[in-house]
Structures are given as structure tokens and as C-alpha cells.
């Protein structure tokens, strides 16, 4: 068993600190009472390959479930406003802006899905943003699950981070 004092020896110098940990080494959440409040902004993306027959079916509005996109689109949205009821140390934030966005990619049967969070606060919204793609893709797994049971999620990231202290991040290109 690794004990905390046993991990902090094996950290490297240069690794950053991990905020969710209190000195004792244990889950908390971090105080931001005095941060201050500034406009914040995160992007995310995520995919969910299917079969061409699934992919298809979803494209041409065929599918008996109706329209998987409005389903998916509210679900991601729904999901990105509950973050903080899912992962036990989010912050429960006062959203101001919520979008989902899908985008066909009939080549590979594939569907991105990208979102976007905002709001004015004292802590970032990069969670919000990665959970309204996961639920957003988990959805359309669902709706599809039938036709497909196959369908690979995959690709969940942050693209881009605005606001607070640390300014702007984007990902770095590959």
C-alpha cells in the first residue's frame, strides 16, 4: 500500500500542485471565495463512430426514436447544468450560456460533437464543457444502441479555456 508520505517522495519536483487535495493529502474542494469574478469560457469535443448503415439512418432523420441531435443537444445541455450533482468536487455554477454542436462526418460514419460553456464566476467551466460532449455522445449511444451496439466514443477533450487568472489556453495543435 502507498502511503501519502510515499507519494509525495515519488512526485517529481517540476509536477504541478493537485488542487482537490488538502495538505493532508486528502479530497476537498477548493475554496475560490477570492477569486475574482471574470467572463469564463470553455470548449470542448468529443466523437462517436458507427456503423455507415447507423450513421445513415441518424443523417436522413430515419431513425424510429425521431430526432437524435434535439435528444442529444438537450440531454448535453441538461448534463452540463447538473456537473456539480455528478462530480462530487465541481462547483455548482450559475451558467449563462450552454451549446451543443454536432458535425457529420460522412466519411468515417462519425458524428463531433463540440459544446461550449460561459458564465461569470470565480472558477472555470472546462468540466461543464467535457460533460455536455460526454452526455451528448452517451445519448446518441443510446438512441443508436439497437442498430448498433458497436459504436466507439472516443476523443473527449478541452479545446479551449478563457477567463481567470490564467488567462487563455487552447490546445496545442498535433
Do not use: Y
Request: hydrophobic share 40%.
Amino acid at each position: 500500500m502507498t502511503t501519502n508520505t510515499d507519494m509525495q517522495e515519488q512526485k517529481p519536483e517540476s509536477a504541478p500542485e493537485l488542487s482537490h487535495l488538502n495538505q493532508q493529502g486528502e479530497a476537498n474542494m477548493v475554496d475560490v471565495t477570492e477569486k475574482a469574478m471574470t467572463s469564463r469560457t470553455a470548449t470542448a469535443q468529443g466523437f462517436i463512430k458507427m456503423n455507415r448503415a447507423t450513421f445513415e439512418l441518424i443523417t436522413t432523420g430515419k431513425h424510429k426514436k425521431g430526432d437524435v441531435f434535439a435528444v442529444a443537444r438537450i440531454a448535453g445541455i441538461q448534463a452540463a447544468k447538473k456537473c456539480s450533482d455528478l462530480i462530487p468536487l465541481c462547483h455548482p455554477l450559475m451558467l449563462t450560456k450552454v451549446q451543443v454542436d454536432f458535425t457529420l462526418d460522412s466519411e468515417n460514419s462519425q458524428v463531433q460533437v463540440n459544446s461550449l460553456c460561459r458564465l461569470t464566476g470565480q472558477t472555470g467551466v472546462e468540466m461543464e464543457a467535457l460533460t455536455a460532449v460526454a452526455i451528448a455522445c452517451l445519448t446518441l449511444f443510446d438512441m443508436c444502441k439497437a442498430a448498433d451496439p458497436a459504436m466507439k466514443i472516443s476523443g473527449i477533450e478541452v479545446l479551449t479555456k478563457e477567463g481567470g487568472k490564467s488567462g487563455h489556453w487552447q490546445k496545442p495543435s498535433a
